[in-house]
């Protein structure tokens, strides 16, 4: 697939693979394949270079035909000359300071640099990149690795890569992230691909974004997932380029069932039991255990700031998990 020839985009920027997530689907892995392939054949079409920014696992105990996947995709990536940078998302740690990215980053590779657990520079095409693989940074710390990095990255094209959840954010189901961090305001820095939240969005700063998940992994994640291309001449303005996949939709009648999905029945009773009958239909909700007592929801929460006390939430963030499972619970989240 060629990009629209108005496009000049010096790479592609993908992030939050998450193979091994939703393993219930019948298919899983062979809809990761196709999402996969569909990143890499853009980037051959278009002979750009490719930013993984984190998370290529989803957990910690990958299965073999898992791994052997990401094997395979990198293979083919390095056998037809894509220059790729990948870093380690926080799905991708193990323990300490070991990596599931490491067993890669051993390979005889020469177009796929893997960078696991610590910061390098890669002069690359015209354009230095700083991999910042996750640490769970602070403002200042990503601060200060950067400026520690400045004198190796010889281009006046600087694009820094990282896996970081950035405070403000918006997930899938219209919940704004509370915590997390900043990045810091740095005018040598011409961009910068981050990866962690799945819905792709504008960060703190014009020249920081996240491309999002290529595909839906759960049921009330937006339909419209994708990579971008990124122009690092109009920095703030990448353009997103949609991937296929098999959509995950939420109906509340069987007879909303039309098309080649994996389906989620939010009904009745009645609209339960006959869900049992169609092959699409992986997972079910009753809607009037969602309703709690008397129509409401305030039981099911009640006790839910106790709760993260005990567990030493702070009480400033009690506001928005309530409700975040309101939301939840009642199915009003934004798709």
Same mark, same amino acid.
């Given at each position: ?32 394949? @196709? ?27 990958? @299965? ?23 870093i380690d998302g926080n799905h991708d740690h193990l323990y300490g300071e070991f990596t599931q990215m490491m067993e890669f980053s051993h390979m005889p590779l020469k177009y796929v640099r893997m960078v696991a657990w610590s910061p390098r520079v890669v002069n690359m095409l015209g354009v230095s990149y700083l991999a910042i693989p ?23 094209? @600087? ?56 595909a839906q992994f759960k049921f009330l994640d937006q339909h419209s997932k994708g990579i971008l291309a990124v122009d690092l001449a109009s920095p703030c303005e990448p353009h997103f380029i949609p991937i296929a996949s098999k959509p995950m939709r939420v109906v509340s009648s069987v007879s909303q069932i039309t098309d080649d999905a ?74």
């Amino acid at each position: 697939m060629k990009l629209p020839s108005v496009l000049t985009p010096h790479f592609l920027q993908t992030g939050d693979i998450h193979i091994g997530e939703c393993r219930a689907l019948p298919d899983y892995l062979d809809r990761h394949e @196709k999402v996969l392939w569909q990143i890499a054949n853009l980037a051959i079409a278009n002979k750009l270079p490719l930013l993984m920014t984190g998370d290529l696992f989803h957990l910690k105990s990958t @299965k073999h035909e898992e791994r052997w996947l990401a094997a395979r995709w990198i293979g083919y990536l390095e056998e037809n000359e894509v220059h790729s940078i990948f870093i380690d998302g926080n799905h991708d740690h193990l323990y300490g300071e070991f990596t599931q990215m490491m067993e890669f980053s051993h390979m005889p590779l020469k177009y796929v640099r893997m960078v696991a657990w610590s910061p390098r520079v890669v002069n690359m095409l015209g354009v230095s990149y700083l991999a910042i693989p996750w640490r769970n940074y602070e403002e200042d710390q990503i601060r200060a690795i950067v400026t520690a990095h400045l004198l190796q990255m010889t281009s006046d094209k @600087k694009v820094v890569i990282l896996h970081e959840c950035i405070k403000g954010a918006l997930a899938d189901n219209g919940f704004v992230i509370p915590g997390g961090t900043s990045l810091p305001n740095m005018p040598e820095i011409t961009y910068w691909a981050v990866g962690d939240i799945h819905k792709v969005q504008k960060t703190n700063l014009d020249n920081g974004w996240y491309a999002g998940a290529p595909a839906q992994f759960k049921f009330l994640d937006q339909h419209s997932k994708g990579i971008l291309a990124v122009d690092l001449a109009s920095p703030c303005e990448p353009h997103f380029i949609p991937i296929a996949s098999k959509p995950m939709r939420v109906v509340s009648s069987v007879s909303q069932i039309t098309d080649d999905a994996y389906y989620q029945v939010r009904g009745n009773a009645s609209e339960i039991m006959k869900a049992s009958g169609f092959s699409q239909v992986v997972n079910t909700s009753y809607d009037e255990l969602v309703a709690g007592v008397d129509g409401g929801i305030k039981p099911i929460t009640e006790g839910l700031d106790i709760y993260l006390l005990d567990k030493g939430i702070p009480e400033s963030y009690h506001s928005y998990a309530v409700d975040w499972v309101e939301k939840l619970l009642t199915g009003t989240e934004q798709g």
